[in-house]
């Protein structure tokens, strides 16, 4: 275990100690723009982390208040399609909990399977189908950090889902609930595999996410995963999915996203 990259970060982010860290999907970096007295760490500047090498992901660590909430986001994550080893997303989590992190939100942009949920809108994730072939905690177990075979049952937490969707009608925005299918990628899908994941009771595809839940429930962490539904799946309408449409989409949308986690977190404080 890196404590250089833990006491870096620490140091670097004095005087703030936050319990949440927000990842902020491929075009989605809005809510980084909304807080308060920041302070921002280049992943190239901190210690054994690593680096994000797509176009929209500017790599930075972000840590400041939105309100009174005190948070850490990490603009531009780690996808395995860029050959970043699973375990490397596994170090990351041990990392953000030996920082005091205890909660993820976890936000990206995916293409929809169901055609009820359009792109533009929001899809709060009930639960996921790994089928990336891919798990970031292969290798040996360290008991200390968490459990050899975590359960996966309540990956993102019942009690958090229903505050958000309780908010979302508050305040007005779109949100469905469904079901987020993790492929590797770095292509888009066939028509035959979109056909295929409905039929496995996917409602959303996209090439993140997974991973990082898995790490964080394996080290204890509550999850929160919202997806920015950014086109159909290959097949379902007469357009192709191009990244350019994910980015424009995802723009687009980010700001319900970003309405949607500071409500949530504003009423987490005066809960
Ligand atoms: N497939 C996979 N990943 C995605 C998509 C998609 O259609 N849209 C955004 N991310």
């Not at 090439?207 to 394996?218: D, G, R």
């Not at 929160?224 to 994910?246: F, K, W």
Request: charged fraction near 15%; glycine fraction near 10%; charge should be negative.
């Amino acid at each position: 275990m890196s404590n250089k990259t833990v006491n870096y970060i620490k140091q670097h982010i004095t005087p703030y100690q936050p319990q949440t860290l927000i990842i902020l999907g491929s075009g989605l970096g809005n809510l980084g723009e909304h807080l308060q007295e920041p302070i921002s760490l280049n992943y190239q500047d901190i210690p054994d982390f690593p680096h994000s090498t797509v176009q929209g992901h500017s790599g930075k660590l972000i840590c400041g208040r939105l309100g009174e909430h005190e948070v850490l986001c990490m603009q531009g994550r780690f996808h395995l399609y860029e050959g970043h080893k699973p375990s490397t997303i596994h170090q990351l989590f041990a990392w953000f909990k030996e920082l005091g992190i205890k909660e993820l939100i976890v936000t990206n942009a995916a293409g929809s399977l169901n055609p009820e949920i359009a792109p533009g809108s929001l899809m709060l994730i009930k639960d996921h189908i790994n089928l990336s072939g891919q798990n970031p905690l292969i290798g040996p177990n360290d008991d200390s950090i968490g459990p050899r075979f975590p359960a996966l049952n309540n990956a993102y937490d019942e009690e958090i889902r229903a505050r958000v969707k309780h908010l979302a009608q508050k305040h007005d925005i779109a949100l469905s609930e469904g079901v987020y299918m993790m492929v590797l990628g770095p292509n888009f899908e066939t028509p035959a595999e979109i056909r295929a994941f409905r039929i496995l009771g996917a409602d959303a595809v996209g090439m993140s996410t997974v991973p990082e839940v898995i790490s964080a429930i394996h080290v204890g962490m509550k999850v929160l995963g919202i997806s920015v539904i950014t086109n159909y799946g290959a097949g379902m309408s007469s357009e192709q999915p191009s990244h350019e449409e994910t980015l424009a989409q995802g723009q687009k949308a980010s700001n319900q996203l970003s309405r949607l986690i500071i409500a949530y977190l504003k009423e987490k404080n005066n809960g």
